[in-house]
């Protein structure tokens, strides 16, 4: 009996030692992809390739890529590992014109998954690919043209007028304020008019439904970033049969409900709005052509007002923080930009409009600055969609490779930007604009996958901050964090400990 269990143990610890030998191998046997193509690359770690520190939680993804960005000074794209995945990582803003532009038809995929059937608010334009994504981005471009953005312009000012309201008591009461958490009430309200043709309340009611659903998809949490490093670790068939959700089942079905009761309210009543949502209500009822690829589905509708939910609200909001932090941090900046202000208002007898936006300068230079120094999207992704062979060299990157272009480290290499980590708004002139290369500066990406939505984000910032300054002086205090620190628990770049200010009347 006792030769019957020592044999058992014997052949457990070989199938253990098996077992391990095959996970170590299939956790390593990409690590020679970019040593035998001649490829500049970091020697990687079992498990995570160069990216421990990140999925560890231990830097933000922003800092992470910078870290690698600086290890190949001189270098035009070097080769890293996402765990075992190879990703060409591109330093050359030639080449990031290339992969972004003129050989797009190689990079259209983001590579991202998503599951209609098990996680349908996954099915959004982010995510999309191939002809689902070109068919849906032609039908969607007309809801953010300059027409609709001055169509919509009144309704954001609404929300900015509550905004100032909101703020007045604290500022007369030279409170101490979490600006992220007020820019994102913003930001929602003005999502709900413009989208939904919603009053959210986020700002009249602590208890607002959506405010609290986007609190719950933004919250930082380790969470995400163990489905990310599973969806880089697992073979992509074995991660869409794990039936892995990007979207946890409460928020959509929230989202899915909402969106279904918004179009049945309408459809019954006959309301029609120059909204988002009047838009997809067009593109579902229309019927498509015998060549139209992407059926217009009640899911597929609820998964775009989903991500124009997102991305209108964590984007903007922590941009217009960030800003506000910076000219707190900077009040000579501050003034000169209120000055702006206080005189094109005063040429503009009838208030804030498009047209007066338009005129302020300065402020699209203040915006530029913290659209640098703070990219929404710290990393810009793309996979190759078929081999390409990098031009100028022999290089050949399969298809399925995944690649990373490294806005923040971009825009905080000081061979573009001298004393990248100093505000300064004049980096933005004209004439400093054209002093660069073009794709140094890439806040929204560019090309055909440049996002959509950029004309409204940066509308809705501009008229938030405008009226703002022209009511309020933000000034540091005792909790604001000098210098940022970035979360690493987001996937938007976000201040760890959030944008604490004072606020004051002017």
Not at 57 to 62: E, G, P, T, Y
Not at 148 to 166: G, Q, R
Not at 399 to 428: L, Q, S, T
Not at 454 to 480: D, E, H, I, N, P
Request: aromatic letters at 12%; charged letters at 25%; a positive charge.
């Amino acid at each position: 009996m006792r030769l019957f269990f020592d044999s058992l143990l014997v052949n457990a610890a070989a199938a253990v030692l098996i077992l391990v030998a095959l996970l170590y191998y299939y956790a390593t046997n990409t690590f020679n992809y970019w040593k035998v193509r001649g490829v500049p690359y970091l020697k990687p770690v079992p498990l995570f390739g160069n990216v421990q520190d990140m999925t560890l939680l231990r830097v933000s993804v922003a800092e992470g890529f910078q870290k690698l960005y600086k290890q190949f000074e001189g270098h035009k794209f070097a080769g890293v590992f996402q765990t075992r995945q190879p990703t060409l990582l591109i330093r050359d803003p030639e080449l990031i014109r290339l992969v972004l532009v003129k050989d797009f038809s190689y990079f259209q995929s983001r590579g991202l998954p998503f599951n209609p059937k098990k996680d349908p608010l996954s099915a959004h334009l982010f995510n999309l690919d191939g002809e689902s994504w070109k068919n849906l981005r032609t039908k969607l471009s007309p809801t953010f043209s300059p027409s609709k953005m001055k169509m919509m312009f009144n309704l954001v000012v609404e929300c900015a007028e509550e905004l100032i309201s909101y703020l007045a008591q604290p500022a007369e009461d030279g409170e101490e304020m979490e600006m992220r958490e007020v820019m994102s009430k913003f930001t929602t309200d003005v999502i709900g008019t413009c989208a939904f043709g919603l009053q959210f309340n986020s700002m009249k009611d602590p208890q607002s439904e959506f405010r609290e659903m986007g609190r719950r998809v933004f919250r930082p949490a380790a969470r995400p970033t163990i489905r990310r490093f599973i969806r880089l670790l697992l073979p992509a068939c074995l991660y869409k049969y794990l039936n892995i959700r990007a979207v946890p089942e409460e928020i959509s079905n929230f989202f899915c409900s909402a969106v279904k009761q918004t179009v049945e309210y309408r459809e019954k009543n006959n309301v029609r709005r120059a909204d988002f949502m009047q838009m997809l209500i067009e593109l579902k009822n229309m019927n498509g052509s015998p060549t139209d690829t992407f059926e217009f589905t009640d899911s597929v509708l609820a998964s775009q007002a989903f991500i124009f939910f997102l991305a209108g609200l964590e984007t903007s909001s922590a941009t217009m923080s960030f800003c506000l932090h910076e000219l707190a941090v900077n009040p000579d900046i501050q003034e000169r930009l209120r000055q702006e202000v206080v005189e094109v208002l005063s040429r503009h007898k009838e208030g804030l409009s498009y047209d007066a936006i338009d005129e302020m300068t300065y402020l699209d230079n203040v915006l530029s600055e913290t659209l640098r120094k703070y990219p929404p999207s710290a990393n810009l992704i793309r996979m190759v969609t078929k081999p390409y062979i990098i031009p100028g060299t022999s290089v050949l990157v399969d298809k399925g490779v995944r690649v990373i272009i490294p806005v923040y480290a971009i825009h905080r290499d000081e061979n573009y930007y001298p004393e990248p980590e100093r505000f300064d708004p004049d980096r933005f002139t004209a004439e400093a604009r054209r002093s660069r290369h073009n794709y140094t500066f890439l806040p929204f990406g560019e090309g055909p996958r440049i996002c959509i939505g950029m004309r409204f984000g940066l509308l809705q910032a501009k008229v938030g901050l405008a009226l703002l300054l022209s009511r309020y002086r933000f000034s540091v205090c005792q909790r604001t964090s000098i210098p940022v620190v970035l979360n690493p628990k987001t996937v938007v770049t976000t201040a760890v400990d959030g944008t604490w200010l004072q606020v004051t009347p002017v």
